[in-house]
């Protein structure tokens, strides 16, 4: 057995020798079906697939905080974390987390770096292991404590690699932390975002900088991503019934806070990755496609090859081979051309990865685990094979039937109809193939052309942004944050270069919200109270503080009333604005100027209250491009006192020159604060329609790949075609017909192919195009427009596929084409 498949394989590598250009264009054929899927097959398997670089990972979750609304608010409250540590019976261990944006001082110049607060039984629950020091212990997470671990990257960058680091201090927001201990290489969280270089303990949670209750007794305040580890034995199912019992009683005891809460239970990795996996799911089913077509040119050329071997096969089967050894050296044939392609193909995937991720814009979850590792090289393997099978078994059965007499007589004459009908058959089924592609790359790309003609609200052209934090224990109430960003702002509205300055947090489409209860005044406003009325804050809003100048910065419009002054004060009347929808929704005929609303938010200590409405604006996308805009409220800076905001400047000169004014001008007002994520406000904008972009990018590639492919089939199909008819054409030109009416023949052969293929493939769109509707925006995925545009390109490349060798018809010399016969 073993010797006849080693002779088998010596057998084929020696028959595709002899044809170097019919090995050579299948395998590139299959190489790009089977590169594309290993590439994207490498993808969804570090991403979706595999679990996370954590001991015993599939006992770790992930609990979510769900309002009684459609929305998941994901993010939990430390009181409710506490409440539900203590009071479950089914994890080992509950911790959370919730970023930072920390300043290392000291230095010569303030450097910006990420960081995460984490309680102190995440890092032993994600199994953090130290190479010097320890982990953070419950006294670490006390008011008062000034712990922090340090990252390998961290530890080696920053403070290179000293042996000494653990046990010493370093200096965060201008005061003194000991490092307590520095973890081993490649450790962090399974949250979405930029790796944490710095963990801090939860200390800062127990703390109140200004008076007010600290965050972690606020149950209302939602800011921290919460795991946990299941008990050995314990199932997902129970535990999220013992969490639903733990949340109802927390709703009875907290109504006002908790009334409309719930909690989920679901695997740690599937916040990290929910929104890549529709994405992923639609482009593996696209590579799929391709790979199908790709398998339908392999065996078309295949099968043309075996009507040249017809004589030979014969003449073996004459002299004794049986058809089963001629079907396994033919498939063995199609086996090594798989191998080779396959081989080809993971050097494509190699390449085609970093530029996948690359391409992605940083929206690809677990983007560092993504490798071609054994599991891939399997999976590349076993598609190889199954790939030479599925496109080498039919020609290999149907040329393993040979019939002497027509082989003699027919010397390669006009091929069997059956071949012929299964080469067209192949043809077709690429065209119909190609057509779901096409549509719906088209449907994409009509997509993000309607986002991109998409009002967002303001004008982001020349208007160039920076953060800045203001440490809460440097700037310890909000009216000492309030006066550090106003000096900022007015001193860069006279800086050379810039022509207007403001600030904002959170900047739209920043991929930051926050959202606020909000009431309106007793008789004010025609919306009907929603079931909830009794509540305090009954309905939501988006919520936004701002510096004077802002709207005209952004270049949002200003519909009514006015735009903040710096008249505005801490202790002056608490003012709002409001944006076109809330208006339009809660005030009769949309006049909200002078009514009267109440958010939930209040700086400090102090309750709630009503603010008049001195303005209304445009409404402005605030978190994506998508969906309709939603009420939101503007508050001045002054009367919110936000610790963290957005510097944005409208410039007359370049992006540098208006940094370089930022820096100078935070610089002057604190020395030991850093400028950090500078960028325009343009690149928001492009980052905002980057998962857009990217799924148009990779499907009409993938189109663009499959129509090529198509083509060259078609052309194939039709040419061959054309050399085994050479003597019924040359009679026909014999006898009077006109170049014309071959050019029509031949050319008509092939478009009933492309008119055959087209029909099955716009049913096939009009069945599969609910797999795009999840990526669609402002197109339907039926729209007659792009099916249209669809067959009309497929009916023009499959033209001009069938006039080359339709041409070469007609250059038929009649007398040679007889003579040859």
């Given at each position: 057995m073993i010797s006849r498949i080693a002779f088998d394989f010596r057998y084929a590598l020696r028959s595709l020798r002899k044809s170097p250009g019919f090995a050579a264009v299948a395998i590139a054929t299959l190489a790009l079906g089977i590169g594309a899927n290993t590439a994207i097959f490498s993808v969804v398997r570090s991403v979706l697939l595999k679990p996370l670089p954590y001991p015993d990972a599939?006992?770790?979750?992930?609990?979510?905080?769900?309002?009684?609304?459609?929305?998941?608010?994901?993010?939990?409250?430390?009181?409710?974390?506490?409440?539900?540590r203590a009071g479950n019976t089914v994890f080992e261990e509950v911790g959370g987390t919730y970023p930072m944006d920390l300043a290392v001082t000291g230095g010569p110049r303030p450097e910006h770096v990420e960081a995460a607060a984490v309680t102190a039984g995440l890092l032993p629950l994600l199994g953090a292991r130290t190479r010097a020091g320890r982990l953070f212990t419950p006294e670490d997470d006390r008011a008062g404590a000034r712990s922090v671990i340090l990252s390998d990257g961290f530890w080696r960058n920053v403070l290179g690699a000293r042996r000494d680091a653990a046990g010493s201090t370093i200096r965060l927001n201008g005061r003194a932390f000991t490092v307590v201990g520095i973890l081993a290489p490649g450790f962090r969280l399974p949250v979405d975002g930029p790796p944490a270089q710095l963990w801090l303990s939860a200390a800062f949670a127990h703390e109140s900088t200004d008076g007010s209750r600290p965050v972690a007794e606020v149950r209302g305040a939602h800011f921290i991503d919460v795991f946990a580890k299941l008990k050995k034995g314990v199932a997902l199912r129970r535990a999220q019934s013992e969490m639903d019992a733990i949340t109802a009683r927390l709703r009875n005891e907290y109504p006002d806070t908790n009334g409309k809460m719930s909690a989920r239970v679901v695997p740690a990795a599937e916040p990290l990755v929910r929104r890549a996996r529709p994405a992923l799911t639609m482009l593996l089913a696209a590579v799929g496609l391709v790979l199908l077509i790709a398998c339908a040119n392999a065996a078309n050329l295949v099968l043309a090859r075996a009507?040249?071997?017809?004589?030979?096969?014969?003449?073996?089967?004459?002299?004794?081979?049986?058809?089963?050894?001629?079907?396994?050296?033919?498939?063995?044939?199609?086996?090594?051309l798989a191998a080779a392609g396959g081989a080809a193909g993971v050097l494509l995937a190699a390449w085609g990865v970093p530029a996948l991720v690359a391409a992605s814009g940083g929206r690809v979850p677990r983007a560092s685990e993504i490798t071609l590792d054994g599991g891939v090289l399997l999976f590349a393997l076993g598609l190889s094979l199954a790939t030479g099978v599925v496109f080498g078994l039919a020609p290999a059965l149907a040329s393993a039937r040979p019939n002497l007499a027509d082989a003699l007589r027919e010397r390669g004459a006009t091929p069997a109809g059956r071949r012929h009908r299964v080469r067209s058959a192949l043809v077709a089924s690429e065209v119909a193939v190609a057509f779901v592609l096409l549509a719906g790359a088209g449907l994409l790309l009509r997509s993000l052309d309607r986002l991109l003609r998409v009002d967002p609200g303001f004008d982001a052209r020349r208007v160039f942004t920076a953060r800045v934090d203001l440490p809460g224990l440097r700037y310890p109430d909000p009216e000492r944050s309030a006066a550090a960003y106003a000096t900022v702002v007015d001193d860069l509205g006279k800086a050379p270069g810039i022509v207007s300055a403001s600030a904002v947090m959170p900047l739209p489409l920043s991929g930051f919200e926050n959202r606020v209860g909000f009431a309106l005044a007793p008789g004010a406003g025609v919306a009907p109270p929603p079931s909830s009325s009794s509540r305090p804050f009954p309905w939501e809003a988006g919520f936004t503080a701002v510096e004077p100048g802002y709207f005209r910065t952004m270049g949002t419009a200003l519909r009514a009333g006015r735009e903040f002054t710096r008249q505005d004060a801490p202790h002056a009347p608490p003012v709002a604005i409001v944006n076109e929808t809330l208006a339009r929704k809660f005030f009769p005929n949309g006049n909200a100027v002078g009514q009267r609303i109440r958010p939930s938010f209040s700086p400090g200590s102090e309750e709630p209250a009503f603010r008049e409405i001195v303005g209304t604006v445009a409404d402005v996308k605030l978190d994506g491009f998508r969906g309709e805009a939603t009420p939101a409220i503007y508050v001045p800076e002054a009367q919110a006192g936000f610790d963290s905001m957005w510097i944005v400047v409208k410039t007359a000169g370049d992006d540098a020159s208006a940094l370089a004014s930022i820096r100078r001008l935070v610089g002057r007002m604190d020395p030991e604060l850093p400028v950090y994520a500078p960028q325009p406000l343009s690149g928001y904008v492009s980052d905002s329609l980057s998962p857009e972009r990217f799924n148009s990018l990779l499907v009409g590639l993938f189109a663009f790949v499959a129509l090529a492919l198509t083509a060259i089939g078609l052309f194939g199909v039709i040419s061959y075609s054309v050399a085994q008819r050479t003597h019924e054409i040359g009679v026909r030109m014999a006898i009077g017909a006109r170049p014309g009416e071959v050019f029509r023949m031949v050319v008509g052969s092939g478009m009933r192919l492309i008119a055959l293929g087209g029909a099955a493939g716009l049913a096939g769109a009009l069945l599969l195009g609910k797999t795009f509707e999840g990526f669609l925006f402002g197109v339907g995925r039926h729209d007659p427009a792009t099916l249209a545009a669809v067959a009309v390109l497929l009916g023009i490349v499959g033209f001009f596929a069938c006039a080359i060798p339709?041409?070469?018809a007609v250059r038929i010399d009649p007398l040679s084409a007889l003579r040859d016969e």
């Open positions: 599939d006992r770790i979750v992930a609990l979510r905080t769900v309002t009684g609304g459609l929305r998941e608010m994901g993010a939990v409250s430390f009181p409710d974390m506490t409440d539900w009507t040249t071997r017809r004589a030979e096969i014969t003449v073996r089967a004459a002299i004794g081979a049986s058809r089963g050894r001629i079907v396994s050296q033919l498939l063995t044939e199609s086996l090594v339709a041409r070469r």
